[in-house]
């Protein structure tokens, strides 16, 4: 039932993980070889030529001639992106980004991206539109993120046109088009982006934009997943799974959602969680679902949070461990997740691995009932509440 529901609502998750970050490789020839005239080179960039300086940021951020080190990436990068060197200042900005921890400073992409893009790279508009989707490093801004990604988009950008894609899908920065949606991932789909194949295939999965095709869908999804795009990946094998636009083979649907969660994809580590949790086509193990829902919960999942919650209260397979079941359910009830409140205001109720707390019991279980029926446990709590915690309840 959760794979069911995951690919109904795919759209709407499709950028977590994200989007594939695009990357400049400037209008300069990148040679792809692993020598380069680095004495030359450095002579180059010491004397402020630019093209030289950005080839070796390259260099040293991707290991080509010489052994990768990000810090002397950004320090060529950063003399270039001085001189206004846009392609520079965009992968200046991608490893502030997404580079290391130690390096991380998403106020330092965000100034770097907006240079980039302004000066018109497609990849710093993109990137920077991505950002606001999220509400990273800048305020969230879904008509900031549309202003960015179409940037991206109308400069032809495969990466743009898949993002904007998704923003026609689900109606955010932009009125809901699915024709529109549709038109910007074939396009995309057809530059051989595999977030846009993925997207497509969906989109005819759902009928969304057009007839509902499960072939076409299968065919879409089959590119994106062996490009080892993981929506593209988790999809497929839910098609698998269910039979539809293919012949229906768990094996295989198993295999593709291993892949999707290896490479990070939240809901099929999610998905494998449950799988492995209830023995569904597999032999019940614990421990394996156990392993799948903590990668899912440091990806920020509430529901693997939950479940995993559940097997530690109730000591399956694991041993009972209250205390990181009452923290894992507390976890995910702060972020809204409705059984974490439910599970944990009961817990309140009963003084379980908690100091019993009536009031914060019935604020849970109010927070729960905006998805679920809590009217009994309300009523029933609210008959042993005192005249006091009841209106500090309110």
């Not at 921890?101 to 710093?124: H, M």
């Not at 039979?243 to 198993?254: M, P, T």
């Not at 421990?287 to 529901?303: H, K, L, S, V």
């Given at each position: 039932m959760r794979r069911e529901l995951l690919l109904i609502t795919l759209l709407l998750t499709i950028v977590h993980p994200d989007f594939a970050r695009a990357q400049s490789f400037s209008t300069t020839s990148i040679q792809k070889s692993s020598r380069i005239d680095l004495k030359g080179l450095t002579k180059k960039a010491n004397s402020g030529d630019t093209v030289a300086q950005f080839k070796l940021g390259y260099a040293y951020q991707f290991g080509q001639g010489v052994d990768k080190d990000v810090s002397e990436a950004i320090?060529?990068?950063?003399?270039?992106?001085?001189?206004?060197?846009?392609?520079?200042?965009?992968?200046?900005?991608?490893?502030?980004?997404?580079?290391?921890?130690?390096?991380?400073?998403?106020?330092?992409?965000?100034?770097?991206?907006?240079?980039?893009?302004?000066?018109?790279?497609?990849?710093?508009?993109?990137?920077?539109?991505?950002?606001?989707?999220?509400?990273?490093?800048?305020?969230?801004?879904?008509?900031?993120?549309?202003?960015?990604?179409?940037?991206?988009?109308?400069?032809?950008?495969p990466e743009g046109m898949a993002a904007l894609a998704y923003l026609y899908a689900t109606g955010l920065g932009v009125p809901q088009d699915p024709q529109q949606a549709l038109k910007l991932a074939r396009k995309a789909a057809k530059k051989n982006n595999p977030q846009a194949?993925?997207?497509?295939?969906?989109?005819?999965?759902?009928?969304?934009?057009?007839?509902?095709?499960?072939?076409?869908?299968?065919?879409?999804?089959?590119?994106?997943?062996?490009?080892?795009?993981?929506?593209?990946?988790?999809?497929?094998?839910?098609?698998?799974?269910?039979?539809?636009?293919?012949?229906?083979?768990?094996?295989?649907?198993?295999?593709?959602?291993?892949?999707?969660g290896e490479n990070g994809f939240t809901q099929a580590q999610a998905a494998l969680g449950q799988i492995y949790e209830l023995g569904e086509g597999v032999n019940?193990?614990?421990?394996?679902?156990?392993?799948?829902?903590?990668?899912?919960?440091?990806?920020?999942?509430?529901?693997?949070?939950?479940?995993?919650g559940a097997l530690l209260f109730e000591g399956k397979g694991l041993g009972r461990d209250l205390q990181e079941a009452v923290k894992l359910w507390t976890w995910a009830a702060d972020?809204?997740?409705?059984?974490?409140?439910?599970?944990?205001?009961?817990?309140?109720?009963?003084?379980?691995?908690?100091?019993r707390d009536l009031v914060k019991a019935h604020s849970l279980f109010t927070s729960a009932g905006e998805k679920l029926d809590v009217s009994k446990q309300l009523s029933k709590l609210s008959s042993e509440m005192s005249q006091d915690e009841l209106a500090r309840a309110q």
């Open positions: 320090r060529w990068y950063r003399m270039a992106a001085n001189y206004g060197d846009s392609s520079a200042q965009a992968n200046l900005a991608y490893l502030y980004e997404k580079g290391p921890e130690a390096v991380k400073d998403l106020g330092e992409a965000v100034k770097w991206y907006t240079r980039a893009a302004v000066s018109g790279s497609p990849e710093a508009a993109l990137n920077l539109g991505l950002l606001y989707l999220r509400g990273q490093g800048v305020a969230k801004s879904s008509a900031d993120a549309q202003h960015w990604i179409r940037r991206a988009a109308d400069a032809k950008c194949q993925a997207s497509l295939g969906i989109l005819y999965a759902k009928g969304q934009g057009v007839p509902a095709d499960a072939t076409e869908a299968v065919r879409w999804l089959r590119k994106s997943a062996e490009a080892g795009n993981p929506v593209g990946q988790f999809a497929l094998g839910f098609m698998h799974e269910k039979g539809r636009g293919v012949k229906e083979d768990f094996q295989e649907a198993l295999r593709q959602y291993r892949l999707a019940v193990d614990y421990e394996e679902a156990a392993n799948w829902y903590r990668r899912a919960i440091d990806q920020g999942d509430t529901f693997s949070a939950t479940r995993l972020r809204g997740d409705a059984y974490a409140q439910f599970n944990l205001a009961q817990l309140y109720v009963t003084g379980t691995g908690v100091n």
